[in-house]
């Protein structure tokens, strides 16, 4: 759906669910007006000003990149099934640019990759030397699992606080 934004030596990648359908019309991560993320990397200090979602490429000068787990359909979670997730795909990038932090955007996507039951936070598995994370997702539909004191505390490491 959106091409992925990726690099070299990032301190984090932001890994999605799938894109929503506003996201997916306008060829912008994180677009719907509801949805935290652009708020989020801004509150939490990863990024000097808030990012229109326009500006995703930019994410890269601040060392974060951007992915989804579902590359071939865009909308809700609810709307996925276990056999668009692309998990393969997901590792091979991650072993290629070997970010330090790969954060899933919500738990479903984090599910989907680890295939078991998951918490916030850190998870016991890694790839290669990048350490997986998952915070609540910045979705306006998932507002009664929010809590920015989870992207806080990614944010703390990801500066090296």
């Given amino acids: 759906m959106l091409s992925d934004v990726l690099a070299n030596e990032l301190d984090l990648v932001v890994c999605g669910t799938a894109v929503g359908n506003q996201s997916a019309a306008l060829q912008q991560y994180y ?8 708020r989020t990397l801004y509150d939490i200090g990863l990024t000097p000003r808030i990012l229109a979602p ?10 974060i990149g951007l992915t989804d787990l579902v590359k071939t359909k865009s909308g809700m979670d609810s709307g996925l099934e276990s056999g668009d997730f692309g998990s393969k795909d997901l590792v091979e990038k991650m072993r290629r640019y070997q970010p330090k932090y790969l954060c899933f955007n919500g738990k479903r996507a984090g599910q989907e990759f680890l295939q078991r039951k998951v918490e916030y936070g850190f ?17 306006g539909a998932a507002n009664k699992w929010w809590d920015i004191e989870m992207w806080a505390a990614l944010a703390a490491l990801c500066k090296g606080n």
């Fill in 54 to 63: 326009a500006e995703y490429a930019e994410l890269v000068n601040y060392k």
């Fill in 31 to 38: 677009a719907k007006r509801g949805n935290k993320f652009w």
């Fill in 123 to 139: 998870q016991a598995e890694q790839i290669g030397e990048t350490r997986i994370f998952i915070a609540p997702s910045t979705s």
